[in-house]
Protein backbone atom coordinates (compact mmCIF):
# COMPACT_ATOMS: atom_id res chain seq x y z
CA UNK A 1 0.00 0.00 0.00
CA UNK A 2 1.59 3.50 -0.80
CA UNK A 3 0.57 6.86 0.48
CA UNK A 4 0.58 9.96 -0.66
CA UNK A 5 1.88 12.82 1.70
CA UNK A 6 -1.59 14.03 3.66
CA UNK A 7 -3.62 11.30 2.08
CA UNK A 8 -6.11 9.46 4.64
CA UNK A 9 -7.31 6.19 4.34
CA UNK A 10 -10.13 4.04 6.11
CA UNK A 11 -9.99 0.65 6.45
CA UNK A 12 -12.82 -2.01 8.33
CA UNK A 13 -12.03 -5.54 9.27
CA UNK A 14 -14.03 -7.91 8.16
CA UNK A 15 -16.73 -8.20 10.74
CA UNK A 16 -17.17 -4.49 11.33
CA UNK A 17 -15.82 -4.68 15.00
CA UNK A 18 -12.68 -2.52 14.17
CA UNK A 19 -11.56 0.52 12.03
CA UNK A 20 -8.51 1.68 10.86
CA UNK A 21 -7.58 5.67 9.96
CA UNK A 22 -4.24 5.86 8.47
CA UNK A 23 -3.12 8.99 7.62
CA UNK A 24 0.24 10.04 6.19
CA UNK A 25 2.20 13.30 6.68
CA UNK A 26 5.41 13.98 5.22
CA UNK A 27 7.29 10.80 6.58
CA UNK A 28 5.49 10.02 9.58
CA UNK A 29 2.09 7.64 9.40
CA UNK A 30 -0.44 7.90 12.44
CA UNK A 31 -2.57 4.56 12.47
CA UNK A 32 -5.70 5.25 14.80
CA UNK A 33 -7.73 2.36 15.18
CA UNK A 34 -11.39 2.34 16.84
CA UNK A 35 -12.52 -0.91 18.51
CA UNK A 36 -16.54 -1.50 18.91
CA UNK A 37 -15.71 -3.11 22.05
CA UNK A 38 -12.50 -2.09 23.41
CA UNK A 39 -10.61 1.31 23.74
CA UNK A 40 -9.30 3.09 20.90
CA UNK A 41 -5.34 2.60 19.31
CA UNK A 42 -3.14 4.86 18.15
CA UNK A 43 0.29 4.66 16.83
CA UNK A 44 2.71 7.62 15.18
CA UNK A 45 5.39 5.12 12.38
CA UNK A 46 7.94 6.27 10.16
CA UNK A 47 6.81 5.82 6.20
CA UNK A 48 9.16 3.09 5.99
CA UNK A 49 8.14 1.25 8.90
CA UNK A 50 5.05 1.24 7.75
CA UNK A 51 5.28 -0.01 4.30
CA UNK A 52 6.96 -3.11 5.76
CA UNK A 53 4.20 -3.61 7.88
CA UNK A 54 2.10 -3.61 5.40
CA UNK A 55 4.28 -6.23 3.15
CA UNK A 56 4.29 -8.43 6.58
CA UNK A 57 0.98 -8.08 7.15
CA UNK A 58 0.29 -9.25 2.63
CA UNK A 59 2.73 -11.88 2.85
CA UNK A 60 0.78 -13.62 6.21
CA UNK A 61 -2.41 -13.37 4.34
CA UNK A 62 -1.37 -14.92 1.61
CA UNK A 63 -0.17 -18.26 3.07
CA UNK A 64 -3.76 -19.20 4.34
Known sequence: ???KNNQTIKEKN???TALNIITRKNNL???KTI???APTKQIT???SEFKRW???INN???LY
Open 54 to 56: RKD
Open 35 to 37: YRY
Open 14 to 16: WND
Open 1 to 3: MHL
Open 45 to 47: IKY
Open 29 to 31: VTI
Open 60 to 62: TIE
